[in-house]
């Protein structure tokens, strides 16, 4: 088996999220993994320190590009069309291979307990993410924490309809995150 090749994490991301699809979580071992992607266990535990860690891969970019479009959103910017700039930036990232895992991905996180407890912080980094890039523009903490979590909730929302959506719609995953936003401006202005 090759040690490090090109690609060795999203190997290993395809490869865990087909065998939780495939026997469950619970069932697959680190060896499985290493094996279906093609590496040695050691490589493995050179990328994730345990199979839990492969459900939040590329989290700290995903939250870096978060929070680097929320700073470079117009100064004065509200604090949701800095949470758009941030879905733009974020988004722009995601190609065909993140559309292609969606479905799967979320059918492993739905069969196990503990991959739903780690998406959920998941969620809870990206918010702080997009927090404390609002907070650093001058938004008032409640109000960043706000507009932070509907930034995560349209992110999914988004991500969601683009990977279960249309395959012949290649307009990106942007559309959809900020589709989402937009719906969900509107319903919080039905709240009042």
């Known amino acids: 088996m090759a040690r490090w090749q090109p690609e060795t994490t999203q190997r290993l991301v395809v490869a865990a999220v087909d065998l939780f699809t495939e026997q469950g979580y619970d069932a697959t071992t680190v060896a499985q993994i290493a094996e279906r992607a ?3 266990k050691s490589t493995f535990f050179r990328h994730f320190s345990d199979k839990r860690e492969l459900l939040v ?3 700290e970019t995903l939250s870096r ?3 680097e479009g929320i700073a470079e959103a117009p100064p004065g910017a509200a604090p949701l069309d800095a949470v758009a700039a ?3 930036r974020a988004s722009s990232e995601m190609g065909p291979a993140n559309r292609e895992l969606g479905p799967r991905l979320k059918a492993a ?3 196990s307990t503990e991959l739903q407890e780690r998406d959920a912080l998941k969620s809870v980094g990206l918010a702080a993410a997009m927090t404390g890039a609002l907070v650093a523009r001058g ?3 409640l109000t960043a924490q706000l507009a932070a979590e509907l930034g995560v909730l349209a992110f999914k929302r ?3 309809q683009w990977s279960e959506g249309d395959r012949d719609d290649d307009s990106g995953l942007a559309p959809h995150a900020l589709a989402a936003l937009k719906d969900l401006r509107t ?4 709240l009042a």
């Open 65 to 67: 590009l978060l929070a």
């Open 139 to 141: 938004v008032p903490e």
């Open 187 to 190: 319903a919080t202005a039905s």
């Open 57 to 59: 891969a590329g989290q």
């Open 86 to 88: 941030g879905l733009e």
């Open 158 to 160: 988004g991500y969601a």
């Open 38 to 40: 093609g590496v040695t």
């Open 109 to 111: 996180v739905a069969a």
